[in-house]
């Protein structure tokens, strides 16, 4: 009955040290979004939750996506979260939410007036939110490291980067990827769009 | 692949999976067109699966209304409810009380179907929100796994049963009243009794009468409990009041009966909710509410049909079971604390005034966590679930101040859970006080939210704090409640400063307010209500909490509290000090008044949506004749699967089910076994002829008494013809219904 066939996964882009986007502001851009029709799915809602601490500050509510300015584990940045609907496939599921991501990045950049440099190229988190298909234990890791690795190479040219399981026992499976040598952020935003 | 029925196979209760199971046909058959929308609509809410705002498909967006594309735009899950519209998964939690794993997997569904928040609400639920329909079979097969159950949680039910969070530690308490509480949530939850309301209907318990934990005075039933001297020996009971409620006009709730034996506890109830289920008003969604029935019918009338309906009820042994076991919910602390050492940081000591409550217990405290707007992460609840493992017992709480409260902390750990919660985030001071401001969803997620009470109450609450150096101690303990609308979810009545969403109009635009409510009482179980003083421009709310605190703060006489500081003074006083918020700038002028907190859009009220709370009027034989839909829609799944002798059983279910549905219009005693549903069915419907139609006469009536007389089929043919049968008996019953009621009401049968 669930929409189990579909990945459900989290992607977040962080800003680089010491960026700071004003929520209040990305969340006026948000309900400009919805105005001008722009946004890639069925945007819904524009949800504020900046009252709470290391958590999702402001999110772009969608049918199937959420665009998520989102502070967990302390690290402002901006999240894209695949709710329903996703491809049956790791892989593809991995480079729609990527898309969908660098593609929002860009965009609030430019709605903002910042540069998109404010967002960090070589750092990307992720979390498989599906703890069925998921669960979060060295088999799993195992299993789906190497897919997400496979996903993750054409997004940094092909240069080398480490990916490591991420979070804790009781958070969904996650993996942490860095690249030290990444090209700029527009070409990785560039890269995504050609997933 | 793995599904989670199959991962949690053997893990979830028998009951609560067939309920689940059967709520998954549900889903299946309305997309399939076969179940009614207001049924399927009242089905979902009877499994706390609520609307949401914008869920008609139609979204303002600060300059017109959008449709919103829903890919199966013309699927619906109520009336003007798209089904793929985001909705609210409300998770009952009796009297709060939460264990750690419980918690967790909230915390889970949380980020799987949700947007990572868990929100505690006033009646200390907790709410998921933007989860769609089709998730919610297994989001609840998750809950069932650890003992959570959400039926009932919305819908024309009884609510979540609420009870003091300090039950069991509290100086003030006659008894535990918690026991209790948990008896009467398990013996009504699923009850026939109370299958058949007009409306909503809520409980709560209070260890006491002075205190406000309870909340009596504005439940359908409030229980305080109480005991006397009988015979030399100290007997348990409660004073009971029913007909409390708050909405558009709040009224306090009547003494029934000063004193319950804690054996008539649950037949009372029982009798009060059968009252209510044959004499609330159905038709009238506004005047639905039990409150309605007992001002109507006067408190004396109301004590008489519940002694009346008291003596008609059929004996249970379940009224007076749970009593040998009072003792099962007893807590007790861990030994010894776990880290006494740990040097206080900064902010303890403010933290330890505001946020600890000693108990009765010496050594011990009660700690309440403040959860901004009643919402934690994911993150934090796993953090909570550990530090309630490490401090305490499993004694967590929901509180409805949307707070949560760990019961038995010893106070030498005070400072090191303190240190704990500054690192998630969660130790902000300041619980219950001025500064944790509660609110209602509002325009946020509510269907019906006139203003944005939680952006009001995120400004409120991020100005006031910090501020309490420049105020006393007193002005500091004053709560502010926000609702949306006026339905009061946020409990404004009861505040010392409450406000409620309203709109006006000026210069032919839309300008959010709020109507100041003031004086609301929270002691002695929210003894009694506020002031209404007049609204003002959203916008000005927060001049208007500077102008009454700072007055209340140079003004008010020893000891006197804030109530009595209004009643002092007067309505007419403070209006008058209020008049200057009260104006609104032209457009032009600031337009910042024409929009609402936390919202950039143009204020409208085009928004708002056909609210559920009151769901659907939905009689028990709806209810059994779409059950016996289901039955036999599976026993046709059994029949083509070649099961023909499970199809026969399931199809002979089926028409059991309709019939107990009718004969219980006549015999609300009627009890659950097959023998005894079809004698009765014979008795009172067949015999009678009143189970006949025009064409077939009473043909169709012998199906089941020949069915239920027979053995098992001897071969799928006769199984078939049987599904046939039963077919041909479950339509046969429609028509019934429809004489009956048509015969109630006086108007020819159909």
Request: glycine share 10%.
């Amino acid at each position: 009955m669930s929409q189990a066939l579909g990945w459900k996964l989290r992607v977040k882009v962080p800003l680089t040290a010491g960026g700071e986007l004003d929520a209040h502001e990305v969340g006026d851009t948000f309900h400009r979004w919805i105005q001008q029709r722009s946004v890639d799915d069925v945007a819904i809602y524009v949800s504020d939750y900046r009252h709470v601490a290391n958590g999702p500050e402001v999110l772009l509510v969608g049918h199937a996506t959420d665009l998520v300015l989102d502070r967990a584990g302390g690290r402002l940045g901006l999240a894209l979260q695949r709710k329903r609907d996703g491809a049956a496939e790791l892989v593809p599921a991995v480079h729609d939410a990527l898309r969908r991501l660098y593609g929002g990045a860009a965009r609030l950049a430019e709605s903002l007036g910042k540069p998109l440099t404010l967002f960090a190229s070589g750092e990307l988190e992720l979390r498989l939110t599906d703890r069925l298909r998921a669960p979060n234990d060295p088999a799993t890791a195992e299993r789906l490291l190497p897919e997400l690795r496979r996903a993750l190479e054409p997004l940094w040219a092909g240069r080398s980067f480490s990916l490591e399981r991420a979070g804790g026992d009781a958070e969904p499976f996650g993996a942490r990827a860095t690249c030290a040598a990444a090209p700029a952020i527009a070409e990785v935003v560039a890269a995504a769009a050609r997933l | 692949m793995t599904t989670w029925k199959q991962a949690l196979a053997g893990s979830i209760p028998e009951a609560l999976g067939a309920e689940i199971e059967v709520f998954e046909t549900q889903i299946g058959l309305r997309k399939l067109g076969r179940i009614d929308e207001k049924l399927f609509a009242e089905t979902r809410l009877r499994r706390g699966v609520y609307g949401q705002r914008y869920d008609n498909g139609q979204r303002h967006d600060g300059v017109e209304s959008q449709s919103l594309a829903f890919p199966l735009a013309d699927l619906t899950k109520g009336p003007q409810t798209k089904w793929d519209a985001p909705g609210m998964q409300r998770i009952k939690v009796p009297m709060g009380k939460l264990s750690s794993r419980q918690l967790e997997v909230m915390a889970e569904l949380a980020e799987e179907y949700s947007d990572g928040i868990l929100h505690v609400t006033t009646r200390q639920d907790v709410q998921l929100h933007h989860v769609h329909i089709e998730d919610t079979p297994d989001l609840m097969r998750r809950l069932a796994a650890v003992g959570i159950t959400t039926r009932e949680a919305c819908g024309n039910s009884v609510r979540n049963v609420t009870a003091c969070i300090c039950a069991g530690t509290c100086r003030t308490e006659a008894f535990d009243v918690m026991p209790y509480a948990k008896a009467v949530t398990w013996f009504l939850l699923g009850h026939d009794d109370v299958q058949d309301m007009g409306r909503k209907f809520k409980i709560s318990f209070s260890g006491c009468k002075t205190e406000p934990c309870g909340l009596a005075s504005f439940h359908d039933i409030g229980l305080i409990a109480r005991t006397r001297e009988i015979d030399g020996a100290t007997r348990r009971g409660f004073e009971l009041v029913v007909g409390g409620g708050l909405g558009a006009v709040p009224y306090a709730a009547q003494l029934l009966s000063d004193w319950v034996t804690e054996e008539e506890l649950l037949p009372t109830c029982q009798a009060i909710c059968r009252v209510f289920a044959r004499l609330g008003e159905k038709e009238n969604r506004m005047r639905a509410r039990f409150k309605f029935l007992v001002v109507k019918l006067g408190i004396a009338e109301i004590r008489r049909l519940v002694a009346e309906e008291r003596e008609k009820l059929r004996p249970d042994p379940r009224w007076v079971s749970y009593l040998s076991h009072l003792g099962e919910l007893d807590e007790a602390p861990l030994p010894e604390p776990v880290a006494p050492a740990t040097p206080e940081a900064e902010g303890f000591a403010r933290w330890r005034a505001t946020n600890v409550k000693p108990q009765r217990q010496p050594g011990f405290a009660l700690v309440f966590v403040r959860l901004p707007l009643g919402d934690f992460t994911s993150d934090q609840a796993r953090g909570v679930a550990s530090l309630v493992r490490r401090f305490t017992t499993e004694t967590l709480r929901t509180t409805v101040e949307q707070n949560l409260a760990l019961r038995w902390v010893h106070d030498a750990d005070l400072p090191a859970l303190h240190a704990e919660l500054v690192a998630l985030g969660l130790a902000a001071p300041g619980a219950n006080g001025l500064e944790d401001v509660v609110s209602c969803p509002g325009t946020d997620t509510c269907k019906l939210g006139i203003s944005s009470s939680r952006g009001l109450a995120a400004v409120l609450a991020e100005r006031l704090g910090g501020a309490e150096s420049q105020r006393s101690a007193d002005t500091s303990a004053l709560r502010v409640k926000v609702s949306g609308c006026f339905n009061s979810c946020g409990q404004h009545h009861v505040a010392d400063l409450g406000f409620l969403g309203v709109s006006r109009n000026v210069d032919g635009r839309r300008v959010p307010h709020f109507q100041v409510v003031v004086g609301g009482e929270w002691a002695n179980n929210a003894g009694s209500f506020g002031l209404a003083i007049g609204a003002v421009p959203s916008k000005n709310v927060p001049a208007v909490v500077d102008e009454l605190t700072g007055r209340y703060e140079r003004e008010r006489q020893p000891g006197e509290s804030f109530r009595a500081f209004v009643q002092r003074i007067g309505k007419k006083e403070i209006r008058a000090s209020l008049e200057r918020f009260m104006a609104v700038p032209s457009y032009q002028q600031d337009p910042s008044y024409y929009r609402d907190w936390g919202d950039p859009r143009e204020y409208t009220i085009g928004d708002i949506g056909v609210g559920e709370c009151a769901g659907e009027v939905v009689s028990f034989v709806a209810f059994g004749l779409a059950a016996a839909e289901r039955g036999l829609f599976e026993a046709q799944l059994l029949l083509d699967d070649g099961e023909w002798e499970r199809a026969a059983a399931r199809s002979l279910a089926a028409m059991v089910d309709a019939a107990r549905a009718l004969t219980r219009e006549l015999h609300p005693n009627l009890g659950t076994g097959a023998d005894e549903i079809v004698r009765e069915f014979r008795d009172r419907l067949v015999e009678p002829g009143i189970f006949r139609d025009a064409s077939a006469g009473g043909k169709h009536a012998t199906y089941l008494l020949r069915h239920h007389a027979a053995g098992p089929p001897g071969d799928a043919a006769l199984a078939r013809q049987r599904l046939e049968e039963a077919q041909l008996f479950v339509d046969a019953a429609h028509l019934c219904h429809e004489a009956l009621v048509a015969r109630a009401s006086g108007k020819v049968a159909p």
